[in-house]
T-cell receptor
Framework: EAQVTQNPRYLITVTGKKLTVTCSQN?????MSWYRQDPGLGLRQIYY???????DKGDVPEGYKVSRKEKRNFPLILESPSPNQTSLYFC???????????FGSGTRLTVV | AQSVTQPDIHITVSEGASLELRCNYS??????LFWYVQSPGQGLQLLLK??????LVQGIKGFEAEFKRSQSSFNLRKPSVHWSDAAEYFC?????????????FGTGTLLAVQP
């Protein structure tokens, strides 16, 4: 089944403790993105990648890192999480030129 | 500035009634336009997209949307709503040319369906 898989689905952590949210897609898509969703703000792009080793900042990149060493994986790294990063995170992938992302099921992160 | 506006935060309709969700955008060039649906606890699912051509596009689950360039709008419609349509709906805009890495989303419209 074609899908984007994120792990974990839920995560509670403490301020400053480094964490990684994994994202993997099995569709051989070139584009991958991370979004965060907050009430009243919709979805905001954190980082995106157009292919292996090609990444760029989205609208809200502060406090996040990404890497794209393999085409299928696009992990999101929070080096020192803070409470304002408490949010619902979505990974998404898209084939170049096709239009429209396929989204993962989301990761609900709480930083206390 | 590029933006997407969904003026209705929350809409309630009766089952069987028609539905129209509004979306207005501000974009420097001819954009690609999308509607996504998010059911509770789920990710976003693509309902339909407009790239070019016929301005009335059909999507999944009986939804359609009409692109009106003069009004910078891309409203979503459904002639008869089902209880399972209760969800949050997001309009999104992206650059033409297929570079979908930069989708801009609206803040969403939460749809409630009453029996």
């Amino acid at each position: 089944e074609a899908q984007v898989t994120q792990n974990p689905r839920y995560l509670i952590t403490v301020t400053g403790k480094k964490l990684t949210v994994t994202c993997s897609q099995n569709m051989n898509h070139e584009y991958m993105s991370w979004y965060r969703q907050d009430p009243g703000l919709g979805l905001r792009q954190i980082y995106y990648s157009m292919n292996v080793e090609v990444t760029d900042k989205g609208d809200v990149p502060e406090g996040y890192k990404v890497s794209r060493k393999e085409k299928r994986n696009f992990p999101l790294i929070l080096e020192s999480p803070s409470p304002n990063q408490t949010s619902l995170y979505f990974c998404a992938s898209s084939q170049q030129g096709s239009g429209g992302y396929t989204f993962g099921s989301g990761t609900r992160l709480t930083v206390v | 500035a590029q933006s997407v506006t969904q003026p209705d935060i929350h809409i309630t309709v009766s089952e069987g009634a028609s539905l129209e969700l509004r979306c207005n955008y501000s974009y420097g060039a001819t954009p690609y336009l999308f509607w996504y649906v998010q059911s509770p606890g789920q990710g976003l699912q693509l309902l339909l997209k407009y790239f070019s051509g016929d301005t009335l596009v059909q999507g999944i689950k009986g939804f359609e949307a009409e692109f009106k360039r003069s009004q910078s709008s891309f409203n979503l419609r459904k002639p008869s709503v089902h209880w399972s349509d209760a969800a949050e709906y997001f309009c999104a805009v992206g650059p033409s040319g297929g570079a979908t890495n930069k989708l801009i989303f609206g803040t969403g419209t939460l749809l409630a369906v009453q029996p």
